[in-house]
């Protein structure tokens, strides 16, 4: 049997106590700054300063280390979502310069810029409460700002120049905030119901104008037609009556059926008839 009477609780506690005391202070004193993060440095919660990826140390209870998300971050402004939202926004809801409403699509790539980490920090004491905070309204307004510029119709078929400009705006706004622009593409515009509609019709008449175009064309291709052959036919029939009467007149019309005859003399005759080609005058 165990013999208890010798163990000193006492000193097992004292034991135990400066173990735990140690490994307080081991994982108080050392920790890791992730790839694709940046700490931010706080004693007695004044700011002294930041880290860089790697293992680091501070002071127990004096100090803490503040980790600020700097990898690429994505603002998709689609249909699916409410507006606000970084990881899943509406559409920007703008108008165009003929005061037409218009929701726009846009994707923004940025990242926060390390060297803006401790000013970060101070003002939003993270990354994801400054992208609501300073990157998305900026994205909105600036799409709204450029959105003004042109009319409905240019926005679709000039989508791609407008996208270029909201990427170098956004290029000369965001870094002076502390963010770095990666990308942003501008995929889309749509319009209310009753635009669409008005557009679908104007489609429509278009098509429907150019159809009957093409049929009074057609029209008045075969009426010209028409017009050609009778003028063809009235100058043939001028042409033979000149050579009738130049060339003797019923003489010829005679000359002209002899010329046709085949030498057979009807085999019947109606009363008081003259043989055909037989003048029996005097």
């Not at 208890?4 to 034991?15: E, M, P």
């Not at 920790?31 to 700011?47: C, H, L, N």
């Not at 507006?83 to 920007?92: P, V």
């Not at 450029?146 to 706004?173: H, M, N, P």
Request: net charge neutral.
């Amino acid at each position: 049997m165990i013999d208890y009477s010798n163990i000193n609780i006492s000193k097992i506690a004292k034991n135990l106590f400066i173990s735990i005391g140690v490994l307080i202070l081991l994982f108080g004193t050392f920790g890791t700054i992730g790839a694709g993060e940046i700490g931010v440095r706080t004693r007695f919660s004044k700011v002294v300063g930041t880290i860089q990826p790697g293992i680091y140390m501070k002071v127990p209870f004096m100090e803490q280390v503040h980790k600020i998300d700097i990898k690429v971050k994505t603002v998709d402004y689609d249909k699916n979502g409410v507006e606000g939202d970084a990881m899943d926004t509406s559409a920007l809801s703008a108008s165009s310069k003929d005061l037409q409403a218009v929701w726009a699509n846009i994707v923004v790539n940025y990242s926060v810029n390390p060297m803006n980490a401790i000013e970060i920090y101070t003002n939003y004491r993270s990354a994801e409460q400054f992208g609501f905070a300073i990157v998305e309204p900026i994205i909105r307004e600036t799409v709204k700002s450029i959105t003004a510029q042109y009319t409905a119709e240019e926005l679709v078929t000039k989508r791609l120049e407008i996208s270029d400009k909201v990427f170098a705006l956004l290029s000369e706004q965001l870094p002076s905030k502390g963010a770095i622009l990666s990308q942003s593409n501008l995929t889309n515009f749509d319009f209310s119901p009753a635009f669409n509609k008005a557009i679908e019709d104007k489609v429509t008449a278009v098509q429907n104008a150019e159809t009957q175009k093409n049929k009074l064309e057609q029209i008045k291709y075969e009426a010209q037609q028409t017009i050609e052959t009778a003028k063809a036919t009235a100058e043939a029939q001028r042409i033979s009556a000149q050579a009738l009467a130049a060339q003797g007149g019923s003489d010829y019309v005679q000359l002209k059926a002899i010329e046709k005859w085949d030498g057979h003399l009807p085999t019947q005759m109606i009363p008081n008839s003259s043989v055909p080609f037989l003048n029996l005058k005097n």
